[in-house]
Structures are given as C-alpha cells and as structure tokens.
C-alpha cells in the first residue's frame, strides 16, 4: 500500500520560511517524480514544483521560482518542499503527489498517481 505522509505546515509570518517533507512508502521511490501542489478555494489543484526520479531536474511554477526548493534524497524515501519569503498567497493547503515516470521528466498536471492527505500553511501579513 503506497502512502505519502506529508508534514512540516505551520503558521508563520510573510516573510518566514517552512520546509514541507514528504515521507514515501510501498513504492520504488527511485522510479517516481515527486511533485507538490496546492489547493485553491475551489478545491483545484494547481502545481508548485516537481523533481524527475534522480533528482536532476526541477520544475517550479512561475509564482514559487526563486522562493521554494524542491529536493530529494531517494536513500530516505523523502521529499521536501524549501518554502522561503513566504507570502500571504501562499496560504493554503499542500499535498506531496507521486508519478511512475522513472528514467524521464515530470508531468505538471495533476495527473499523478498518488496522493498524499495534505499540511495547512499559513501566512500571516
């Protein structure tokens, strides 16, 4: 049974930082790109980042670029979400997804294969 546990949200400031992680099981994590996304009022999904299955490819949404980092390391089965000069309109919830695509790059819809439950964000201006 493949589970994606996902924590590190919190309440903080514009301004502060958080790192999201992402704790993979029951997958060859390896063969999966890892993404995030975030919830917007009307329960869509819209992408924030992703990371190919090395690692060796990024991908960011125009509205994160130069503010969050994506990472991985495959030996802890882990993926994290480096959220610096957060802002108000980051405010929602994010969820960790996982995509069979091994040896290739990452989709940026919301086609993703597995899902985790999601951690709050806030930020306070």
Do not use: H
Request: charged share 15%.
């Amino acid at each position: 049974q493949v589970q994606l546990v996902e924590s590190g949200g919190g309440l903080v400031q514009a301004g502060d930082s958080l790192r999201l992680s992402c704790a993979a099981s029951g997958l060859t994590f390896s063969s999966y790109c890892m993404g995030w996304f975030r919830q917007t009022p009307g329960k869509n999904y819209v992408f924030v980042a992703a990371i190919n299955w090395s690692g060796g490819r990024t991908y960011y949404a125009d509205s994160v670029k130069g503010r969050f980092t994506i990472i991985r390391d495959n030996a802890k089965n882990t993926v994290y979400l480096q959220m610096n000069s957060l802002k108000p309109e980051d405010t929602t919830v994010y969820y960790c997804a996982a995509e069979y695509r091994p040896l290739t790059g990452c989709n940026l819809d919301s086609s993703y294969d597995y899902w985790g439950q999601g951690t709050q964000v806030t930020v306070s201006s």
